[in-house]
């Protein structure tokens, strides 16, 4: 399968965006591009227009030549790309403008044999999923959604950390890039001021004592106004730009969760779990709370007590016996 279809520059508008950027607010005569890439003036022209296409701003300097003024804030695989300081995640960036779940596209890449790390994101998802069977509101233009795969030599047990490990990951990024205090809801959720900011839906596929692969979806509400959710999410759901007032460059921030997650991932491979047992503790904002937890199985409830080892959350129920939860649709009570 080709991963970067439709949305990926050809190499001729790839290498034209080069040289265009290397020029940034400088104007450049057609006949010298034309020159530089040894291609027609008409060539020229038909790879403008396919930038502008993508949202790159190029003006038309009268008959001088072009002027590149900037590059589009969304996350285009070339974009994402430049300057990114990773080792495994994000060396194949699949971008699509709509996609139904970046999720569902990435575990079939998976399946087909797509490297570690290849990232696939999304400007809009008309499916977006869900943990525990809910949707995923994506509009487009101004959020993130990707999914990562993962190929850990790590026995399925492990999957469960995983996602922990990732939402460490992502709450240490946005809470430092955006100055808040976000916490960690166990196992996935990030939250903010009551409201939820980001979540992640881990897939894998897997036999008895190996991992085939791991698809880490995650969703973050970046700049989405209060009046681009549904209504029924106003109360529960917040983006940064609502937090703080202010807009948030999508490419850049992406880049540094791509960057962290990539050191991240690299370390929970190495040493495992623990480093990020601590750091999930000291980010949660479960632990020392009355909750609720609705697993498959069924209801329980009880004062949140810590985090195993495994990654479990450990409760103490009201008649005193104490459970180990590995994954369940968890409600912090309010305090009395
Ligand atoms: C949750 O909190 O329930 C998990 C939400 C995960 C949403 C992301 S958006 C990118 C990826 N593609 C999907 O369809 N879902 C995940």
């Known amino acids: ?32 591009l034309s020159r530089e890439l040894g291609v027609s003036r008409t060539a020229v022209w038909k790879r403008v227009n396919r930038l502008r296409a993508l949202g790159y701003r190029i003006e038309s300097a009268q008959s001088a030549g072009y002027r ?24 194949e960036v699949c971008y699509r403008p709509s996609i139904d779940s970046t999720n569902v596209l990435a575990v079939e890449m998976a399946r087909n044999g797509a490297a570690e790390g290849t990232v696939i994101v999304a400007d809009t998802q008309s499916r977006g999923r869900g943990r525990l069977g809910r949707s995923w509101v994506s ?27 990732t939402a460490v990951s992502l709450c240490g990024v946005l809470s430092e890039a ?9 196992p996935n959720d990030l939250w903010v001021g009551g409201r939820k900011v980001a979540g992640i839906l881990t897939e894998m596929s897997s036999e008895m004592d190996r991992i085939r692969h791991v698809v880490v979806g995650i969703g973050v509400n970046v700049n989405v106004a209060g009046d681009g959710l ?10 940064l730009t ?21 050191r991240d991932y690299a370390s929970f491979c190495q040493a495992g779990f623990a480093p ?25 409830g009880g004062l949140a007590l810590d985090i195993t080892e495994q990654g479990a959350l450990r409760i103490r129920r009201d008649d005193g016996s104490v459970v180990d939860v590995l994954s369940g649709d968890v409600t912090v009570l309010p305090e009395i």
């Open 242 to 262: 609502l937090e703080t007032g202010t807009h948030w460059q999508r490419v850049s921030l992406f880049r540094g969760l791509l960057q962290a997650l990539d």
């Open 68 to 91: 590149f003024v900037g590059a589009p804030d969304t996350p285009l695989a070339q974009e994402v790309q430049l300057d990114l300081a990773t080792e495994v995640i994000g060396r």
């Open 230 to 239: 549904p209504e029924d999410l106003q109360r529960t759901a917040t983006s």
């Open 139 to 165: 509009p487009p233009g101004c959020n993130l959604y990707f999914s990562v795969v993962l190929r850990p030599s790590m026995v399925p047990a492990a999957i469960p950390q995983i996602t922990l490990m």
């Open 178 to 186: 955006a100055a808040l205090p976000i916490r960690i809801k166990w």
């Open 276 to 300: 990020f047992r601590s750091r999930f503790i000291e980010r949660s904002m479960t632990l020392g709370r009355r909750i609720r937890v609705q697993m498959p199985e069924g209801e329980t």
């Open 1 to 32: 399968m080709s991963i970067n279809q439709s949305d990926a520059l050809d190499s001729g508008a790839a290498d034209l965006l080069a040289l265009m950027r290397s020029e940034t607010g400088r104007v450049v005569s057609g006949a010298s």
